[in-house]
């Protein structure tokens, strides 16, 4: 049941919650995902690699829950499977310090920021980011239970078989820089989702394939892949 349409509560591991806020996608953040493309960071039309975290937002008709099918384009063959630890704002931040920053995040869960394959790193075209279903969100944790989220090394695996993953180690910002950059230029609201990036490189799946995504001290996050019922 996808939350664009029904928004329907996750459950926080100390106490429920439900997903009131925004969901921010962070692009580039992880250190093979950067330096995939850093060749072309220096060409037109950039002529330089980006100084504040390349950001985008993954709209409510996104928002499905673990166990959710969703729906490969018939015109694509596979899909991007971006899997990546969402950081759960638990208080309204705005100009965040190195010294507050985490006081402000509730909790964490895992997601999966699905993408159909596109050339464009810097601008993805919303057509390939926001398609109904495309960001599967699992269930929450506490804070306290990730005491050190920059520790966590995330598991793709597609029908039971190791398909990607990596240590948020590679993270070219942790969690509590991307929470001090980001909210140099804006704030973020109690509830909203920001992603530190998926993990890179991103294994791709097809119609009739399952994928999940684990972490230690988070529950899987499982995601059927299949074609429009015809």
């Keep these: 049941m996808a939350f664009g349409h029904n928004c329907s509560g996750l459950q926080l591991g100390f106490a ?17 995902a ?18 504040a975290p390349v950001l985008y937002v993954k709209p409510r008709n996104t928002l499905a829950l673990s166990g959710d099918a969703v729906t490969v384009p018939d015109d694509v063959p ?40 596109h050339p464009d790193y810097y601008r993805p075209a919303i057509r390939y980011k926001a398609r109904d279903g495309f960001c599967p969100i699992g269930s929450a944790s506490s ?11 995330l598991r793709v695996l597609i029908d039971g078989q190791p398909a990607g993953g990596g240590s948020l180690q590679q993270m070219r910002r942790s969690v509590c820089r991307l929470l001090v950059d980001v909210t140099e ?12 990036g998926a993990v890179a490189p991103a294994p791709r799946a097809r119609a009739g394939q399952t994928v999940r995504i684990t972490c230690e001290g988070l529950t899987d996050l499982l995601t059927p892949f299949v074609r429009a019922a015809p």
């Design 185 to 196: 230029f804006m704030t973020l609201s109690r509830g909203d989702i920001l992603t530190l």
């Design 78 to 117: 596979e899909l991007e499977v971006g899997a990546s630890l969402g950081i759960i704002i638990g208080e309204p931040a705005c100009r965040l310090t190195h010294a507050d920053a985490m006081s402000h995040v509730a909790g964490y869960l895992l997601v999966n920021d699905i993408s159909q394959p």
């Design 34 to 51: 950067w330096d995939a493309v850093e060749g072309a960071m220096h060409a037109a039309p950039y002529k330089g690699p980006p100084k």
């Design 16 to 32: 429920p919650y439900r997903l009131t806020g925004t969901v921010y996608g962070t692009l580039l953040n992880h250190s093979a």
């Design 143 to 153: 804070s306290d239970a990730i005491p050190n989220p920059d520790q966590l090394q």
